[in-house]
C-alpha cells in the first residue's frame, strides 16, 4: 500500500483550504516561487562564474529555471511509474496527483533548491560559517549548543526552509506559504545540526543538514503531512522524502552539463575537446539515433550552437536514465533509505561524465576569476556579519553611536533587537544571506567608506 506522500497544506495556514480557482495547489506553489522577490534576487547572485559582461553565462536564477525544466520532465515520467506500480491501490486524488502535479511539485521544488543560498556562491556559506568559527570566544557564550551548531555549520539548504517559511517582521505568516509537499521535496538532509554528520558521514540523508533550530516545529509539520520516516528517536533526524532524488537528480544534471558548456564559452574548455565528451556521453548512456545527431550536427556551423545541441541531447539521454534508476531502486527511494544520488549511479557507468567531473574540479570551480570571486565574496561577508552582528549582540547601554547606525541600517523585517541573541543573529543571517551579489558589495564599499553616497 502506497503511503500518503503529499499533503495541500500550506505553511502559514492552520487547516487546508477548499480550492476555489482553476489552478491546483501544486501549480501555485510553481507560480508563487516564480512571483517572490527571493527568487528575483537569484538574478544576481553567482552560479559559478562572475558575470562576464558579453558573454552569456548562468547565474542562480537562469540556472533554477534550467533545473526547474529538468525536474518537471522527471516529475511526468516518474508519476507515470507510481501509477503503474501502484495502480490498483489509488484513490482518485491519487492518481490525478501522480499524473498531473508530482511534475509541478518538482518543478517547483527545483526553481526553490538554491533559493537559501547567499551571495558569492558556496564561499558566501563557508564565510557565514568560518566567521562564527572565528569569533568563538565572543559569541559562543550566547547561544545553546544547537544553536551554535547552526551558525558554525550554516547551510544554504537549511536557510532555503527559513527563507520559504519564515514570517518576517510585519509580514504574512507561513512566508511564501507553498505546501508541505514541495518544502519537503528540497530537504536533501532532513536533519538538524547538531545530527549531521559532515561530508564525510556514510549516510547521505545526514551530510549536512535541512533545518535550523527556529524551523524545528515547522519542519516536524512537514514531515507528518507528507509521510516521512524518522531515522532516528533521540534526535531529529529523518529519511529522505521519496521526491527529493528527483529534485537532487535536476540539479545534477544540469550544473555537471551546464557549467561544462558556460566554461565552453568562455573559453575556458577547447571545442573539440567539449564535442568530444558530449559525443562520448551519448556514446556510453544514450539510446538515440547516432548517425541522426551526427547528421544534424553537420548542418550546424556555430560551434556554440553545436554544443548547445549535444547538451540538450544529453539532457535528454540523462532523465531517462535518471527514471530507470528511479524504478529499479524504487522500494528503497521510497523509505529514503538509500546512500546514492541517482546521478552518482549513472556517473559510474559514464567515463565521459567522470572526465567532465574532474576537469571541472580542476579547471572550473578552481578558475582564477572563479576563485577571485569567491575570495572577494568572502571577506566581504565577514566585514558585514562583523558589522552587523556586534552591534546587535551588545546591550543597549554599551552601544557606541556606530552601533547604534548598523541597526538603523538593518531593514525592520530582520531587526529582532529586544529578541534572544539566536533570533537576533538569525535576523541578521536573513538580511545578509537575502543580498545579491551585487548589493552586498555596494554595502560593503559604503560601510568601509570606499564609496560614500551624497
Known amino acids: 500500500m502506497l503511503p500518503k506522500l503529499y499533503s495541500t497544506q500550506r505553511t502559514g495556514e492552520k487547516s487546508v ?103 558569492f556562491g558556496h564561499s558566501g556559506e563557508d564565510a557565514i560559517a568560518e566567521f562564527f568559527k572565528q569569533n568563538e570566544s565572543n559569541l559562543k557564550e550566547h547561544f545553546s549548543n544547537e544553536e551554535w551548531n547552526d551558525f558554525i555549520n550554516f547551510e544554504g539548504n537549511a536557510n532555503a526552509i527559513r527563507v520559504l517559511t519564515h514570517q518576517q517582521r510585519g509580514k504574512s505568516p507561513g512566508g511564501v506559504m507553498l505546501t508541505h509537499t514541495t518544502l519537503a521535496s528540497i530537504a536533501k538532509y532532513p536533519c538538524e545540526s547538531s545530527a549531521s554528520l559532515g561530508k564525510k558521514g556514510k549516510q547521505l540523508h545526514r551530510k549536512k543538514f535541512g533545518f535550523f533550530q527556529s524551523e524545528i516545529d515547522t519542519f516536524k509539520e512537514i514531515a507528518l503531512n507528507c509521510g516521512m520516516i524518522k531515522s532516528q528517536e533521540n534526535s531529529l533526524v529523518y529519511f529522505r522524502h521519496p521526491f527529493v532524488w528527483l529534485t537532487e537528480a535536476a540539479d545534477d544534471i544540469c550544473y555537471n552539463i551546464i557549467d561544462f558548456e558556460d566554461a565552453h564559452r568562455l573559453g575556458i574548455v577547447e571545442h573539440s575537446t567539449c564535442i568530444d565528451l558530449f559525443r562520448k556521453i551519448i556514446e556510453e548512456i544514450g539510446n538515440t539515433d547516432r548517425s541522426k545527431i551526427e547528421n544534424r550536427l553537420n548542418e550546424i556551423q556555430d560551434k556554440n550552437d553545436k554544443i548547445s545541441y549535444l547538451r540538450a541531447k544529453i539532457i535528454g539521454c540523462l532523465v531517462e536514465e535518471v527514471t530507470k534508476k528511479y524504478k529499479i531502486h524504487f522500494d528503497k527511494l521510497l523509505i529514503g533509505d538509500f546512500n546514492t544520488s541517482l546521478y552518482d549511479l549513472i556517473l559510474n557507468k559514464s567515463e565521459a561524465l567522470k572526465t567532465i567531473r574532474d576537469f571541472s574540479i580542476e579547471n572550473i570551480y578552481n578558475n582564477r576569476n572563479v576563485v577571485e570571486i569567491e575570495t572577494a565574496g568572502y571577506n566581504v561577508m565577514n566585514e558585514l556579519l562583523g558589522y552587523f552582528i556586534s552591534a546587535i549582540l551588545k546591550d543597549k547601554s554599551d552601544r557606541t553611536g556606530y552601533d547604534k547606525n548598523a541597526i538603523k541600517l538593518l531593514p525592520p523585517t530582520c531587526n529582532y533587537d529586544g529578541e534572544s541573541p539566536y533570533k537576533k543573529v538569525m535576523g541578521i543571517l536573513d538580511f545578509i544571506t537575502e543580498m545579491t551579489d551585487n548589493y552586498a558589495v555596494e554595502l560593503y564599499r559604503r560601510i568601509k567608506g570606499i564609496e560614500i553616497g551624497m
Open 17 to 119: 483550504k477548499k480550492k476555489t480557482e482553476n489552478r491546483t495547489d501544486f501549480q501555485r506553489d510553481y507560480d508563487r516561487i516564480i512571483f517572490s522577490s527571493a527568487f528575483r534576487r537569484l538574478q544576481n547572485k553567482t552560479q559559478v562564474f562572475p558575470l562576464p559582461g558579453s558573454i552569456f553565462v548562468h547565474n542562480r536564477l537562469t540556472h533554477s529555471l534550467e533545473v526547474s525544466s529538468v525536474g518537471r520532465s522527471l516529475g511526468t515520467l516518474v508519476g507515470e511509474l507510481f501509477l503503474q506500480k501502484f495502480k490498483g491501490n489509488l484513490t482518485e486524488e491519487d492518481r490525478y496527483f501522480y499524473q498531473h502535479n508530482l511534475a509541478y511539485v518538482i518543478a517547483s521544488a527545483c526553481l526553490c533548491h538554491d533559493i537559501g543560498n547567499p551571495a
